[in-house]
């Protein structure tokens, strides 16, 4: 039985967390946020307190200021504050850093997302066994346990396959990880995480499809999907972490990860990127001075927490599987839908965080009543995952499941064609006005063609003729 929870990292993930552990700090005890700027944690615990969400008052709700990358410092602080469970919410780039401190102290390790190395983008696949895994014999031998990606995706998505495996499906054939944002924030562009760390992830696409690793170009691959909740959307085949686990842990022929994308957001993508502003690498200016493009970029957008007071609309996140269950095709849908408002109004968060926030408490409530308290390394995906969902059900992210009707207009389509033929589909049309941005964001009107009048004027002399009849 573990107690004591640190969440590294004060931005919006870190926020919703700690709103979260608050809500459960009977059984989770104190709560300390650490980061390296303590006036972001401080601003979290007013938030946690304004709103009244420490349930326990008698618990602990503090924060300390942390170099996440200094090792030794981190080990100092998990043993003063006396801490069970880590919780890195950071940046990618002090994984391996925390993960070292925890395996020397003890403290169980859940993250959300995998290592990066700040010099090197979208590497050899599988990416955990370039970081996380390399330590996955040093946590078996010391019992630590680490848990890798308890996010949403990674994370709940994970909890999904493993559910699949085990209630829905006899033999997997494929599975489609889905994930749109249907919602509207009224900036002109912005990212709703990291901004660097978002933009790695799209230089180039590692997919799993007939058992072995495959590239694409970034945005090459497009569907349109009716979703449930959120509707008909553009979503585009995309790599992501969760593949990399999958890969190896589920049996199924093909994994695929799509997320959505508005005709907005791939135009500016595409100009960014195409311009060299979305390189990590670092190019000298005629001052002499070195600046990162994208860091740069990063400066300029708005940071993402701002985003929260006005977002309207939903997200909506899940799993298409297609397999046999007692000799006869199935196809499930196991989905999640989160409202950008109502988040707002319980933690003060926009949906995206929210969703990837609430997990990762779920998961240290499993470590610290021992269920999830593995003693070793693993990915979500190989651990039980209905005490999880369950958990997820109660404290704000409710999981449905959909039946589709196998072959049916309700299907996915997700096997990818030729390049040639995925490249001609998958462009984007956009609007744009130099004199006021903002219209690149309203909804296009339909554009009146002489086929479009020859049919109203048709329509029209019908029902002339059919007033007439009467």
Request: hydrophobic share 40%.
């Amino acid at each position: 039985m573990k107690k004591n929870v640190m969440i590294i990292g004060a931005g919006g993930v870190a926020h919703v967390a700690a709103h979260k552990a608050a809500m459960n700090n009977d059984v989770l005890g104190d709560i300390c946020i650490a980061s390296r700027t303590q006036s972001k944690c401080d601003a979290i615990i007013e938030s946690v307190t304004r709103k009244g969400h420490l349930k326990d008052p008698a618990g602990r709700l503090y924060s300390a200021q942390l170099d996440a990358l200094d090792v030794p410092a981190t080990v100092k602080l998990i043993k003063k504050s006396d801490t069970g469970i880590v919780i890195n919410l950071g940046s990618a780039f002090i994984n391996m850093s925390v993960l070292e401190a925890c395996i020397e102290t003890g403290a169980a390790y859940i993250d959300t997302a995998i290592h990066e190395d700040p010099d090197k983008v979208c590497e050899e696949p599988p990416w955990y066994a370039n970081y996380e895994w390399k330590r996955k014999e040093l946590c078996d031998e010391k019992g630590v346990t680490a848990i890798l990606g308890a996010g949403f995706d990674p994370g709940v998505v994970n909890a999904y396959c493993a559910l699949a495996v085990k209630r829905y499906f006899d033999k997997i054939d494929t599975i489609d990880i889905l994930d749109v944002n249907a919602g509207s924030h009224g900036r002109y562009f912005s990212t709703n995480f990291d901004p660097e760390i978002n933009f790695r992830e799209f230089i180039k696409v590692w997919t799993w499809i007939d058992r072995q690793w495959k590239e694409f170009p970034t945005h090459s691959v497009k569907r349109v999907y009716e979703f449930p909740v959120v509707g008909k959307q553009p979503i585009y085949l995309n790599g992501h972490d969760e593949l990399h686990s999958l890969s190896k842990n589920i049996d199924a022929n093909s994994i695929r990860f799509w997320m959505g994308f508005g005709d907005h957001y791939i135009n500016v993508f595409t100009v960014l990127r195409t311009l060299g502003f979305l390189s990590h690498l670092p190019v000298t200016l005629t001052t002499g001075q070195e600046v990162v493009p994208l860091k740069v970029v990063k400066a300029l957008l708005p940071d993402p927490m701002t985003l929260a007071p006005g977002y309207t609309g939903n997200t909506c996140i899940g799993n298409f599987v297609k397999g046999w269950k007692d000799g006869k095709k199935r196809e499930v849908l196991i989905y999640q839908v989160s409202d950008h408002k109502k988040c707002f109004e319980e933690v003060e968060s926009q949906g995206i965080s929210y969703t990837a926030g609430v997990p990762p408490v779920a998961a240290a409530m499993l470590v610290a009543s021992g269920i999830w308290d593995a003693k070793k390394m693993v990915n979500v995906e190989e651990l039980d995952p209905e005490p999880f969902i369950e958990i997820l059900d109660r404290i704000g992210l409710p999981t449905e499941v959909k039946e589709i009707k196998p072959d049916s207009k309700n299907s996915f389509h997700g096997e990818v064609r030729s390049l040639e033929k995925e490249l001609s589909e998958s462009t984007a049309t956009v609007t744009v006005s130099a004199a006021n941005p903002m219209i690149a964001l309203a909804p296009r009107k339909p554009v009146k063609t002489k086929k479009t009048k020859d049919k109203k004027d048709s329509d029209k002399d019908k029902k002339t003729k059919k007033k007439k009849d009467e």
